[in-house]
């Protein structure tokens, strides 16, 4: 389509502009959510010490290698302690689930492989069960990870996963990016605060609200949300406050919703048009498309002002610039091939990104299924989706049964 520029095009413009913030160095339970700028290596071996993988009794080997055979418990070793017990010829040690291998033994017999098991593990016990091979159910110190070594690399967010690992490794603090500052501004003089009372003319205001969740959702921190009429002065005097290095409220990201595409009203086309470059990109929703970056580094996006084209243009360009300025490793979303469940509509020459919902009542065959009709109104639909399909743009319809490529997002 003539004059429409392709989404790499764009996304490459927005990407160039990008600058990774500064780090800093924060305590682990502050670090949830955020992005690694050095990597984290380990403090400790990964597990500390050998240690139990059973409830049962360390034995020597040689003990218990043909079974059944009777043993002497000298001692009980519940998790914590430090001691570390001799064994002598056809003694045991009762153990208890991760304390530490006395060095004299080298295998566990679980309880369940013993005659009277835990009610019974005093005294005398009877091992019925050998044990398989010297070793048998001791978690050997370092087998995970060594001291030293790279538990996880620069660029990596820090999830439940993560901080448990960093946690297991003995390290208290890790470096990470700054979190990058935003600013959400929707333009539009018929939008009001959800639950007003509604004149003729007017809607709930939405778009701020999704943008700020979606930013945040991309380790950003919502400095400013709000909404401004239709006018050039109102625009200019918020823009100056978010802007300004002076204050608590100066953002790194500003993204405006609506006032960018070609009617008679539209503040953020008008106000910023030496600043930021507006663009018509080949896609659908989201053909209006407005990018800039200030002198002093802060990024300018300009998205249209319908809801769905509002969302679909944050993942394909603002949320990658987000996760770049983190120094984020990976900045695209997961991208999994589906059928489709029913047919749909594409738009000619333009790539699609149509909300869907994934119908796995067939465990075998996932099937993606329209959320909406496709409109870039539907604010309802919107909410349902937890996907999005993207559709070529030389794809002339989607049938049922077709395979197509399905961006994940939740």
Known sequence: MSGLRTVEEHL????????PLESERV??????????????????????????????????????????????????????????PALAPGEAARIMTGSAVPAAADAIVPFEDTAGGLADSLGAISVQKAPRAVGAHI?????????????????????????????AAG???????????VAVISTGSE???PGSALRRGQIPESNSVLLAALAAEAGAEVVRRASVPDESGALDAL?????????????????????VSAGAYEVVKTTLAE?????????????????????????????????????????????PALLRLQGRRAIDRPVIALRAGAGWRTPPARRQYLPITI???????WRAVPATSGGSHLAGGLGRAEAYAVVPAEVDAVAAGDVVDVMLIS
């Not at 682990?28 to 990964?46: F, K, S």
């Not at 370092?142 to 620069?154: C, F, I, N, T």
């Not at 390290?171 to 500052?181: D, I, N, S, T």
């Open 171 to 181: 390290v208290a603090e890790v470096v990470v990016a700054r979190r990058p500052r």
């Open 275 to 319: 600043t930021m470059v507006f663009s018509k990109v080949a896609m659908q929703p989201g053909k209006p498309q407005g990018f800039g970056r200030l002198a002093a580094g802060t990024l300018l996006f300009g998205l249209p002002g319908n809801p769905v084209s509002a969302a679909v243009s944050f993942e394909v360009f603002v949320r």
């Open 359 to 365: 119908d796995r009542s067939d465990p075998a065959a």
């Open 27 to 84: 305590a682990l339970a502050a670090a949830h959510g955020r992005t690694l700028r050095e990597p984290v290596r380990a403090a400790v071996d990964i597990p500390v010490f050998d240690n139990s993988a059973m409830d049962g009794f360390a034995v020597r080997f040689e003990d218990v290698a043909v079974a059944p055979a009777t043993l002497r418990v000298v001692a009980d070793l519940p998790a914590g302690t430090d001691a570390d």
């Open 191 to 193: 939008l009001v605060e």
């Open 239 to 259: 823009l100056a406050e978010v802007t300004d290095p002076r204050s608590p409220e100066r953002a790194d990201v500003v993204i405006f919703s609506g006032g």
């Open 12 to 19: 490459a413009d927005v990407l160039a502009a990008v600058e």
């Open 139 to 167: 978690r050997r110190a370092g087998e995970d990870a060594r001291a030293g070594d790279e538990v996880l690399p620069s660029g990596e967010l820090l999830g439940p996963l993560q901080v448990a690992a960093t946690a």
